[in-house]
């Protein structure tokens, strides 16, 4: 479901780029799960969490699209925040810079579940990993670390955010959650569209 919410641009336009990649990675799912190695399958799952919305962050910088974090600002402040000084083109870093975390995350837990020793890809299948990742703190990482990584930029980001654009005001952390919360199915309805115009 992820790798085909991932690959759902292509798939929907025809590309054929876009069904191999789909076609191989399910083959390759399909085979794990066979061969008694699903779990490998699971392992993947943050992966994809983060490609997936790395790729949705990354889609919004296309030239004459709207940048995901100023609709989001948009959609829990008001769209004529958006264009107080400063405010767009911060809007633009950011999404910039989720892009990049969640993009490099993705490839960082691709190379620990692919050379972890003595239960990572390679291994498991007998062969060996141009590097060696030992222990089971790869593990701890991919389920639990890279989302607490995420948490801690949310957390540093806000701080640096309310410093940077002093000149306005802003909520309150615990007000700004309250919002995401509440306003999440507008926002969703946004990107979803933006999604199904770009297809």
Do not use: K
Request: with cysteine.
């Amino acid at each position: 479901m992820l790798l085909s919410l991932l690959l759902w641009p292509g798939l929907h336009a025809r590309s054929v780029a876009a069904w191999i990649v789909w076609g191989i990675a399910s083959l390759g799912i399909g085979a794990l799960a066979i061969t008694g190695r699903g779990d490998i399958a699971l392992d993947f799952m943050p992966v994809m969490v983060n490609a997936a919305l790395c790729t949705l962050f990354a889609r919004t910088l296309a030239p004459g699209s709207e940048p995901l974090i100023a609709r989001v600002i948009a959609v829990l402040e008001s769209p004529a925040r958006v264009q107080l000084p400063r405010v767009a083109a911060y809007a633009r870093a950011l999404t910039w810079a989720w892009s990049l975390l969640l993009g490099m995350q993705a490839v960082l837990l691709t190379v620990l579940i692919t050379c972890a020793v003595p239960d990572g890809l390679l291994a498991r299948f007998g062969w060996t990993p141009p590097f060696e990742i030992a222990g089971d703190g790869w593990r701890w990482y991919l389920h639990l670390g890279s989302y607490g990584g995420v948490v801690a930029f949310l957390v540093v980001e806000y701080a640096f955010r309310r410093w940077h654009l002093r000149h306005i005001p802003h909520a309150p952390l615990p007000v700004f959650v309250t919002r995401l919360v509440r306003r999440w199915p507008a926002l969703a309805g946004s990107v979803m569209h933006d999604v199904r115009s770009d297809s």
